[in-house]
């Protein structure tokens, strides 16, 4: 009994050291369905898993940066068989979907670019370019130096449309070159309203933040100095983020049609005030016409503030 005991552990502390001994190679193959890679060739350690030494072979190049290339269960079987690996698909719908790793440059950067390379044919960088590939974006290789250059560029000032070829990424030996075209629009930075303003609101500097607009777009009555609009208020209430017409704001109305107002006539020795009857609306230091309670006569006043008018020195005899 005793000796088929020690046999038992013998045999136990075998197994277990064998199993820890055992090769890696026993391991079975996986396959990676979706990947990364962030070079010019997809190598075999990419697609499969447990490759061993053989996982730096190179089985094919890595599509474009930002693209994705697939490869099917047949070519994947073919690979495998000629690296002697123990995979194969376990049906034709197996698939390895790889992705190249990129850095994107934008349409602000190219923009950015176009416009410092077209200072000497009076372009500002206020200009707005607009590319006839409305979806314009560049991919270079990840962790590659990120930049634009203009190689060349042909632009025609009177038409305002232009023709380039750019390069990315700037200064590598592995730059691609694009082919771009587009047109470039004059702008100019008008004041717009960042809340909704109601009729009788008046306006200040807190509620604006300013845009570019494009000249051609603008109306000839639209509001482009901050002193145009700041203290005024609207005729009807005005949506944020929209340039405001000249003809939709005006002074704030402090008398009113139909209002009764204080009269004050000043002369050298004395003041004299009667009350009397606004006959038409009034802002700040408009001259409105005035009718006296008591006399009925009509004279011209300067608002002077809320419920006060200026009567003239001529029109002495219309406060009696």
Do not use: C
Not at 130 to 137: G, T
Not at 170 to 182: C, E, L, V, Y
Not at 211 to 224: E, S
Not at 230 to 250: A, D, E, K, N
């Amino acid at each position: 009994m005793r000796s088929l005991i020690l046999s038992l552990l013998v045999t136990l502390i075998t197994s277990a050291a064998v199993a820890n001994t055992k090769s890696p190679a026993s391991t079975p193959v996986m396959l990676n369905s979706a990947l990364k890679v962030n070079a010019k060739v997809i190598r075999l350690g990419d697609l499969f898993t447990n490759t061993g030494d053989q996982s730096g072979a190179a089985v094919a190049y890595a599509p474009e940066p930002g693209k994705r290339a697939s490869f099917d269960a047949r070519w994947l079987y073919r690979v495998a068989r000629a690296y002697r690996l123990e995979w194969r698909p376990i049906n034709d719908r197996v698939r390895a979907v790889v992705t190249r790793i990129s850095q994107v440059i934008g349409r602000d950067e190219i923009k950015d670019a176009l416009r410092d390379a077209l200072v000497d044919d009076g372009i500002g960088p206020d200009a707005d370019i607009e590319f006839s590939n409305r979806l314009m974006k560049l991919h270079v290789p990840g962790g590659s130096l990120v930049g634009v250059a203009v190689d060349d560029i042909d632009f025609d000032p009177r038409s305002r449309r232009f023709s380039a070829v750019i390069s990315a990424p700037a200064g590598s030996p592995d730059a691609r070159q694009f082919q771009i075209r587009g047109r470039i629009y004059k702008t100019v930075e008008v004041p717009v309203l960042v809340r909704r303003i109601l009729a009788g609101e008046v306006i200040k500097a807190s509620d604006l933040k300013w845009i570019k607009v494009r000249a051609r777009r603008m109306q000839p009555n639209t509001v482009i100095a901050e002193a145009d609009i700041v203290g005024m208020t609207p005729r009807r209430g005005l949506r944020p983020g929209y340039p405001v017409l000249l003809s939709s704001i005006h002074r704030p109305i402090i008398v009113a049609k139909g209002s009764l107002v204080t009269m004050f006539l000043q002369s050298p020795k004395m003041i004299l005030t009667a009350q009397g009857k606004a006959l038409e609306n009034g802002s700040d230091g408009d001259v409105i016409r005035i009718s006296n309670t008591q006399s009925k006569k009509v004279v011209e006043a300067e608002i002077i503030g809320h419920g006060k008018v200026a009567v003239r020195a001529t029109a002495q005899l219309a406060m009696n």
